[in-house]
């Protein structure tokens, strides 16, 4: 995940899902490849050709902010590839940042614990499921029983196979943790968990070779998800993702349905099922993550 390899690569990619017709440039003559051409692209964005080459091939350009700013509106880049994009650019001359230890405060620990009728977990920064409450364990997944290596929402969702018939938009929801992670690796590109993540998905699952290879970038955000439950069937939820104060980098996510809802009754069922004194604590008995 060498930053300049990961610059190339993005660069490339998004140069390849744009077309000249939708930008109302001339095309001329078959192409080689899909995409824009890198003269097409330079022209977009108002800088030379050996410029933007270099850059794109990473040899010794630092663009300033206004030039990233201009390649992203030329590549049509959202806010997250945006910022992506400037991560991956910025100049590698400071040592790089060491990834911190992540630990869940007792009072989120006791929060989660308070949200007795919202689903609710702690996802790190790469998506490592650091604390949960019970009702989180019923609808989702019993965390608890887990080896805690193994307690990673992408990697579940790609290498367990119940989470296949989890998640009924199971598509969506795999290319949204492939662009999680690779936003995390953005951000830390010498995490060696990260990286050792990566490449156990690389080496297990084809399904994520093809959504790491798409370079698509995702932050988690707020949204609508359906799960279709073994116990109560199929719930609609709404799901907001909050960062969480002194950790910008975990972030508490809440599951609810609609009021007075078909998902509402059956998520007050998984709520009594949780609620059983033989359901497992919220989070881990040594308080670590």
């Not at 995940?1 to 390849?16: A, K, N, Q, T, V």
Request: proline share 7%; charged share 30%.
């Amino acid at each position: 995940m060498e930053p300049r390899e990961e610059l190339s690569d993005f660069l490339r990619s998004r140069r390849g899902r744009l077309t000249p017709d939708e930008l109302g440039l001339r095309s001329y003559g078959p192409r080689r490849v899909p995409g824009l051409r890198r003269e097409e692209l330079a022209q977009l964005a108002g800088v030379s050709v050996d410029y933007y080459t270099r850059l794109e091939q990473g040899r010794g350009v630092h663009p300033s902010r206004s030039v990233l700013d201009a390649i992203a509106r030329a590549l049509q880049l959202d806010q997250p590839e945006a910022s992506h994009l400037r991560r991956l650019a910025a100049p590698q001359s400071a040592p790089r940042r060491k990834p911190p230890p992540e630990r869940v405060r007792p009072g989120v620990r006791l929060l989660l614990k308070r949200l007795d009728r919202v689903a609710a977990l702690v996802l790190g920064r790469r998506m490592d499921v650091l604390a949960w409450n019970s009702l989180a364990a019923v609808l989702i997944c019993d965390f608890g029983a887990l080896p805690r290596r193994e307690r990673n929402m992408v990697r579940l969702t790609f290498l367990d196979e119940s989470f296949r018939s989890l998640y009924p938009e199971w598509d969506g929801v795999a290319a949204s943790g492939a662009g999680l992670l690779r936003s995390a690796a953005g951000r830390w590109p010498d995490d060696p968990e990260l990286e050792a993540l990566v490449g156990e998905l690389s080496v297990k699952s084809n399904a994520f070779i093809g959504a790491w290879a798409r370079h698509e970038v995702r932050e988690q955000m707020s949204g609508t998800k359906r799960i279709n439950h073994p116990l109560v069937g199929e719930l609609t939820l709404l799901y907001e993702t909050l960062a969480l104060p002194d950790e910008p980098e975990q972030q508490l996510v809440t599951y609810t349905a609609q009021a007075d809802t078909e998902s509402q009754t059956a998520l007050d069922l998984l709520a009594s099922i949780a609620a059983q004194p033989e359901r497992a604590a919220a989070h881990e008995p040594d308080g670590r993550a």
